[in-house]
Structure formats: structure tokens, C-alpha cells
């Protein structure tokens, strides 16, 4: 599909109003019937102020619900009703506005920000390369003494000067100045316009000085520090871009992981290669190695290994065989597979966290949110200060006080403040999908750093789903090591979980077989069973309940399997859930992080009791209902309790919902998608203790960057004013103060690597 922002032709933008291309870059809104939830990207936004801008021009579009744009992602998130809008509306109102608009998976996207990156470095390059030669001639001025150089002389090496100037002017200061005329245009500010204005200033003052040497403005002039600061904005800029690809990037290389085509079976044997998006169940694909799944599937020849690191947070390949399940998006390693689809589009659990990625790079944290809201004011306030300053210096020195405007202009550019947040929050929240932890809301680290209680369910959280063989009791002329293998000779004719646990207890060495099995739905299985034992002969068994089995019950809350043969009871098999290996090693981790940790489950009590003392935790309740839960969460919040929430999603709905900040694992994503904050797509319960400190060390980052925007501007802001702080001093200030509050976000996306281990 072509970029509806590949020019300005309306019959291109009308091509996406046509139903069947809505799914590309848009999918139905499941909380609201006719509407559509589209998410793009947006090109030619430089700060929060442009954000508000979009947000304010698309709001403004009859049919359009709510629009969220991040300021550090570049994206937007689009909520419309099909009834009243269409996309050609909305993105043809961006567009006049003097932004592009383009799908969030537009196959272009790459291409575009890699000619903006080149452009982005060859304006620099410029910049840099005319700034050291107008420094050259600047230099004679500077160190020569009274009498040293001819007025011919001064005047030759300010024409140089002015010559070398035009093409940073015209050329790497290009795209400030048709922003700022943009914003002129369109009666708003963002944060070029004031910077757009100090180059003109400063170049039309340097420019009068050198075409009338006698003038008000003769008397010196500063092409060598307009070259400077635009080298040093542009270099600033530059390095910016490359930090947020690096971050926010992120979820564009997950969006493109789907191939654009794929081998597809014919009737015939043979193969035709078709688009993903003509993929229907029920269709057998080839995936050849190196390639990628383009949906869920189920292999049915070959045997590979698959990398689902980026989808499941499993950090080794995997082994998938014939009857194994692959997800789309994943890597196929080692041979040829052939595998018939099972999902494929918005129902693949691919698609669920991409869109879930989506939502989070375009929330807005309160801190952000607070930013945003001070940016317009903040810059208007700035034009002010510069008027006023130069105003008060331009009875005593007209040159001085533009220049003195200049610095203001430039020095109070409030870059460093509107990235503070975003750059921190996607730089976490990057790092945390690669650990398979996906972050849906991004002012849910706020939530997450304060927390000071956990709330774990059991079943699905504390436990696996399977389980495993606790007690075995059995008759006095068999060992337990017997009835085990014979259970197991059973068992292994039945996917039943209590038969999936006997048989991983009975390892394979067996000798016992089984035949003329027959299962009963809700009762057991039956059959023959003989052995290679010379001493014992086959005999007739039973594995099951205590009703199909013929024995009596015992009185217990545990689960039990009962085994039998013709002389009645032979065994009995006490099944314990399979707690997850790393829960006893997160709850005390938390513990040592002084967070209260409670355990509420809907199981018995004695069952909550005994799977909180494996674990370690000392507070726990059984026998609640999800209203239980509810009201523990509530009374917490009451007695002022910071409370996190983790759950499988299945039946905690209410709890999720109203916990400070929540977690769902992965098996419950399409259920839990619409309450939980965090979810955590393999099963590694320490990935809680992980965002906790992530969301700890956000915070802090969060701080610093404030700090630093802060003390910058109460530092250079008065000096500016005061006259104290030249032009060039003041762009390198400004141009350092947003590389280094990016720079301490990008500290985020590395923090943790070498720390796998809680």
C-alpha cells in the first residue's frame, strides 16, 4: 500500500477510506461498536508542543474520539467512528497542519527515516565543516592587537565569513526555519520558533555589520558563533535521533517482523508464493530457515528450532516438532517446516502484543503530561523574556541587546524538559519487553516505584497450570516404585493433567505396557497391563477417581488418584500444584525491598496455606471469591497501602482493575489485556521483581532529568538576560542539556543485561 504520505494528492489519501485497507493500519475497537483505533506515525513533530499541536487538530475533526501523540515515540493513536469520519479526514487535517502522517506499519517508514537520518547528518556535516573555517577567520580578530589588521583586512575576512555562513543558513538551517514559518502560518509556537528566530537575528545583525561596516551594527559581528550553535544544535539533534531509534525503534522492528510473503501448499504438492494477508486456517505453509512465521501455527513435518525471545521473553531457541505450536513472528533456526495455520492477523497472539507495544509508546505518564501542558506557555513566555531583554539592553547597545535576545531565545529552549519523561519511560519500557515483560500503560512505573504491598493469586500465578506427584500410598506386596510404572503404563494413553503428572513422575524407564485402554470423560482410564518381569503377570487396572476405581475416599482437600486391579484398592496418588521453581526466590526478594507480600486464592484454605509456606509468604487467605479480593485491595488502598496486583487474568478482572498497578501473565494476554499494566508473556514470576526495579531506577532517572532541565535554566537564564552568556555558549548549553537528559534515559535500555538473576 502506498504512504498516504507520499505527497499531497487527495485521491491518495481517499485510496485508505476504503474499507478492506482499514485493517492494515487500524483495528476494530472491541469496547465501542463502529469504531476504529488507528495508530500512526508522525513525521516532521521536534517536541511536546507539536504533540499538543496534532492532538488539538485532530480532536477537532468531527468522528474523532481521542487522540494521544508521544512526544518521544513520534507515534499517535487515533480513536474515530467509521459512522461520521474517515482516515482521508483526519490525516488530510495533520497534513495542514504542516505534519506528515503515515500507517504505523507503512513499509516505507524504514526507508523515509534513514533518508532523514542522512539528511539530518549532512546538514551537520555542513554546519561543522563551514563552522571551522569561519572560526579560522573569525581567529585574527580575537588575538590581534590595535593597529594589527587593516580596516581592508577586518573587512576581507568578514565578506569570508559571510560567504562560508550562507550555506549553513540556507542549507543545515533549513528545516528551523520552515518550521518556525509553519508555526507563523498556523498561529501556534513550538520550540523552533524561538530557535528560528536566533539565527535570523543572528545573521541579519552579523549580515548589516559586514555590508555596512559604519552602521549601528558595524561594530562586530558573530557568524562564528551562528555557525557554532547551529553545529552544535545539529549535532545535538542528530544524536537525539539516533538514541530515540534506538528506543522507540524498538517497536517498529517488532511491527515489521512478519514477512511480506509466504510459501503456500496447492492441491497439487506444490507451492505458490501468496501475501501474508491472503493467509487463511486451515492453509499449510513452507517456512524455510532464516524465515519467519507470519502466523500461529502447528507444525506438522519437520523438526527445528524457533527464537520466541522477542515475543515470549524465552532467552534460548526452543525445540518445536511435528504436533508443536509456533507463534508468528518468531524465527525458524535450523530446517524446513511445514506447518498448517491456526490464526492468522489481529487473532494471533503476535498481533495482541503488537498492539499492546502500540498503547504504550503513545501514553502519556502525569509527568509528561505536566510537561506537555507547560511547554506552550513556557515558549511564549520565552518570546517575552527576549523582547523584554532586548528592550532593556538596546538604549545602551543596540547590537548587544539583539544578541542579548539571542541568548535568551536560544538558552531557554525547553527541549531537555519536554524529553525528560518519554526518553526515561520508553527506554524502560524497551527494556523491559526485551526481559518479555510488555508495559501497556507508561505512567504505570509512577504506580510501580511507590508500591510498598504485593497481592498474588495462586492458581495460574504462584503455581503452574500442571501438577505434580506429592505422596504415594500403597498396598504391602508392591513397592511405590511399582504402582507408579503401572499407573504410568495408563496414563500414558490419556492427555488428562493428573496422567501428564504421573507419567513426568514416572520418568521412561518403565517396562510396563498397557493395551485395550479405554477412557471414561470425568472418571479414568482402564485397560491390561503386563510387564517384562518374569515374577509378576498382567492384570486388569483401574486409574482414576475414588468412584471409578471402587474404593473408598479419602476425606482430603488435596487431589487424589486412586489405583485398582481385581482384589480392589492397590494405590493412591496425593497431586500437589506445581509451584513455579522461581516464586520462592521473588517473594523473598520483595520481602528485602520491605514490600508486605499477601496471598489470596479461591482454592481451599489448606491449599492457600500450604503453597504460601512453600514460598514463604506468612499473610494469606483461601476461600475468596473475586468480591474478597476486592475488598482486601480496598481496605489496603483505605489505610493508605501502595498495592500491586499479580494475576492470571482469568477470574481477577475486578482486582486488576482497581490496583495501583497490575500484572497478568502471558497464557491470559487476550483476557487481561484491558486491566493489567505490565504483562509478563513467558512464565518467569521474578520478571515482578525485575519491573519493580526498573520501575525504581525510571523514577530516579525521571528525577535527574527534571533536576537537570531545572538548575540549567535557573543557571543560564539570568546569565542570558544579564548579557553574560554568548550565543555560541548558549546553543552548546542548550544542544548538551537534551544529549544528556537522552543519555541518561539510554543508561535504562542497558540497565539489567548483565543481570539475569534476581
Not at 488539538?56 to 459512522?83: C, F, I, T
Not at 513499509?107 to 534513514?114: I, N, S, V
Not at 484398592?569 to 496425593?574: D, I, P, Q, R, V
Request: neutral net charge; aromatic residues 6%.
Amino acid at each position: 500500500m502506498e504512504s498516504p504520505a507520499a505527497g499531497s494528492d487527495s485521491d491518495v489519501l481517499h485510496l485508505l477510506d476504503d474499507q478492506q485497507e482499514w485493517s492494515v493500519f487500524s483495528r476494530p475497537d472491541p469496547r465501542n461498536v463502529d469504531c476504529w483505533e488507528s495508530n500512526l506515525m508522525i513525521e516532521g513533530m521536534h517536541c511536546a508542543a507539536c504533540a499538543l499541536t496534532i492532538e488539538d487538530v485532530l480532536l477537532k475533526v468531527p468522528g474523532v474520539l481521542k487522540a494521544e501523540v508521544g512526544a518521544g515515540s513520534h507515534r499517535a493513536r487515533v480513536l474515530w467512528s467509521s459512522d461520521v469520519a474517515r482516515p482521508s479526514d483526519w490525516m488530510r487535517a495533520i497534513q495542514t497542519a504542516g505534519y506528515r502522517a503515515v500507517p504505523a506499519n507503512d513499509a516505507f517508514a524504514r526507508e523515509r527515516r534513514k533518508s532523514e537520518a542522512r539528511k539530518a547528518l549532512w546538514r551537520m556535516l555542513v554546519a561543522g565543516l563551514c563552522m571551522m573555517q569561519v572560526m579560522m577567520y573569525a581567529y585574527p580578530a580575537y588575538v590581534a592587537k590595535p593597529g594589527d589588521l587593516t580596516a581592508e583586512m577586518e573587512q576581507l575576512l568578514r565578506w569570508a565569513s559571510w560567504v562560508l555562513t550562507l550555506p549553513v543558513v540556507l542549507f543545515s538551517c533549513g528545516p528551523f526555519f520552515s518550521n518556525a514559518l509553519r508555526d507563523i502560518v498556523q498561529r501556534r509556537v513550538s520550540m523552533d520558533l524561538p530557535v528560528a528566530l536566533g539565527m535570523l537575528i543572528t545573521f541579519v545583525v552579523s549580515t548589516a555589520g559586514t555590508f555596512d561596516p559604519q552602521g549601528i551594527f558595524g561594530r562586530e559581528v558573530y557568524f562564528d558563533s551562528l555557525t557554532m550553535f547551529v553545529f552544535f544544535l545539529l549535532s545535538g539533534r542528530w544524536l537525539e535521533l539516533r538514541l530515540r531509534d534506538r528506543t522507540a525503534g524498538a517497536l517498529e522492528a517488532l511491527m515489521n517482523r512478519l514477512p511480506d510473503s509466504v510459501a503456500r501448499l496447492r492441491e497439487d504438492g506444490t507451492y505458490e508464493l501468496v501475501p501474508v494477508r491472503r493467509l487463511m486456517p486451515g492453509d499449510v505453509i513452507r517456512i524455510l530457515p532464516g524465515e519467519t512465521f507470519p502466523a500461529d501455527a502447528v507444525v506438522l513435518q519437520g523438526d527445528t528450532m524457533v527464537d520466541e525471545a522477542l515475543l515470549t521473553g524465552e532467552s534460548r531457541p526452543v525445540s518445536r516438532g511435528v504436533g508443536g505450536k509456533v507463534i508468528a513472528g518468531s524465527h525458524n533456526l535450523s530446517s524446513v517446516i511445514q506447518a498448517r495455520v491456526e490464526r492468522t492477523g489481529d487473532q494471533t497472539r503476535f498481533a495482541q502484543i503488537v498492539a499492546l507495544m502500540e498503547s504504550a509508546s503513545t501514553t502519556k505518564p502525569t509527568l509528561a503530561r505536566l510537561a506537555d501542558r507547560i511547554a506552550k506557555p513556557f515558549l511564549i513566555a520565552v518570546l517575552l523574556a527576549a523582547g523584554l531583554a532586548c528592550a532593556f539592553w538596546w538604549a545602551r547597545d543596540p547590537e548587544h541587546a539583539l544578541m542579548v535576545a539571542v541568548a535568551v531565545l536560544v538558552v531557554t529552549c525547553p527541549c531537555a524538559l519536554s524529553l525528560a519523561t518519554p526518553a526515561a519511560m520508553l527506554a524502560a519500557a524497551g527494556a523491559l519487553a526485551r526481559k518479555g515483560v510488555l508495559v501497556r500503560q507508561l505512567e504505570a512505573f509512577e504506580a510501580m516505584a511507590s508500591i510498598d504491598t504485593v497481592m498474588f493469586d495462586k492458581t495460574g500465578t504462584l503455581t503452574r497450570d500442571a501438577m505434580v506427584l506429592g505422596s504415594t500410598q500403597v498396598r504391602e506386596d508392591f513397592t511405590a516404585a511399582q504402582v507408579l510404572a503401572m499407573a504410568a503404563a495408563l496414563a500414558q494413553h490419556s492427555l488428562h493433567p493428573v496422567s501428564r503428572a504421573l507419567l513426568a513422575a514416572a520418568g521412561t524407564a518403565s517396562t510396563w505396557k498397557a493395551d485395550a485402554v479405554q477412557e471414561v470423560a470425568g472418571g479414568g482410564v482402564s485397560g491390561r497391563v503386563w510387564s517384562g518381569d518374569p515374577f509378576l503377570t498382567s492384570t486388569d487396572l483401574r486409574l482414576g477417581s475414588a468412584a471409578f476405581c471402587g474404593v473408598e475416599s479419602n476425606r482430603t482437600d488435596s487431589l487424589q488418584a486412586y489405583l485398582s486391579d481385581e482384589r480392589g484398592w492397590l494405590a493412591t496418588f496425593a497431586l500437589l500444584e506445581d509451584v513455579r521453581p522461581d516464586a520462592m526466590d521473588t517473594v523473598a526478594a520483595l520481602q528485602r525491598e520491605g514490600i508486605a507480600v499477601h496471598l489470596l486464592s479461591g482454592d481451599s484454605a489448606k491449599a492457600a496455606a500450604r503453597v504460601a509456606a512453600q514460598v514463604g509468604i506468612t499473610e494469606f487467605q483461601g476461600n475468596c471469591s473475586p468480591q474478597d479480593k476486592l475488598d482486601f485491595l480496598r481496605n489496603a488502598q483505605q489505610n493508605g497501602r501502595k498495592v500491586a496486583v499479580v494475576g492470571d487474568g482469568l477470574n481477577d478482572g475486578p482486582v486488576l482493575a482497581g490496583a495501583h498497578v497490575s500484572f497478568a501473565f502471558g497464557k491470559a494476554v487476550p483476557l487481561a489485556q484491558a486491566q493489567a499494566d505490565f504483562l509478563v508473556l513467558g512464565d518467569q514470576l521474578t520478571a515482578v521483581v525485575k519491573t519493580l526495579s526498573m520501575a525504581r531506577k525510571t523514577l530516579r532517572v525521571v528525577r535527574q532529568n527534571l533536576w537537570w532541565a531545572a538548575i540549567y535554566n535557573a543557571v543560564c537564564v539570568p546569565l542570558a538576560i544579564a548579557g553574560l552568556l554568548p550565543a555560541w555558549l548558549a546553543g552548546l548549553g542548550m544542544a548538551l542539556s537534551s544529549l544528556l537528559v537522552v543519555l541518561n534515559a539510554l543508561r535504562l535500555s542497558n540497565s539489567g543485561k548483565s543481570q539475569e538473576k534476581v
